[in-house]
């Protein structure tokens, strides 16, 4: 069973240290100022909380309400809109500067495939020994690669070299490109 919290708990009824309150009734209209004990009385005698929801107005402002209703409304809002995020993922894909045919189709269509998905893709050509002398052939890659998905995908970071790599970074078109 998994457990929500509300960021703020909010002070109800004892809690609430102001002489003088605004108060909402739980059907959401304006009551007027009251004493706190009197704003407690109308609470308690509907069986409901009295929830300090402003406290920086001048007089802080209260409100009736059922409190662990409230609660539960605001950890099912906030398991919503976790529901609704969407986490973005860098892939990688590995290449050498002499990359045959074959596995550049294969290698460009897995690189597709995520940026359809909405991922991030990072290609780097790795050097070894030394190839690192003729980076170019990397440059030319990782240009190859640009231009296979250039109908889908969009530079984010251009070819840079770090020590025996070289990498770009593409992200999905947005939509009104």
Do not use: W
Not at 67 to 87: I, P, R
């Amino acid at each position: 069973m998994e457990v929500f919290y509300i960021k703020q708990e909010l002070p109800i009824n004892r809690q609430i240290r102001a002489k003088e309150i605004q108060l909402i009734g739980d059907n959401g209209e304006k009551e007027g100022i009251l004493s706190l004990e009197e704003a407690l009385e109308k609470a308690e005698g509907k069986d409901l909380d009295l929830v300090l929801v402003a406290p920086q107005a001048q007089p802080p402002v209260c409100k009736i309400m059922n409190y662990g209703k409230y609660k539960f409304e605001q950890a099912k809002k906030e398991k919503e809109a976790k529901k609704k995020q969407k986490t973005l993922e860098l892939k990688e894909i590995r290449v050498t500067p002499n990359i045959e045919e074959h596995d550049f189709g294969f290698k460009s269509k897995n690189a597709r495939k995520f940026l359809e998905e909405g991922n991030k893709v990072k290609i780097t050509v790795r050097f070894r020994g030394r190839e690192v002398q003729n980076s170019k052939a990397g440059t030319a890659v990782l240009n190859k690669f640009i231009e296979e998905l250039e109908d889908i995908g969009v530079v984010e970071k251009i070819p840079k070299l770090e020590g025996r790599n070289m990498f770009t970074i593409l992200a999905k078109k947005s939509a009104k490109e």
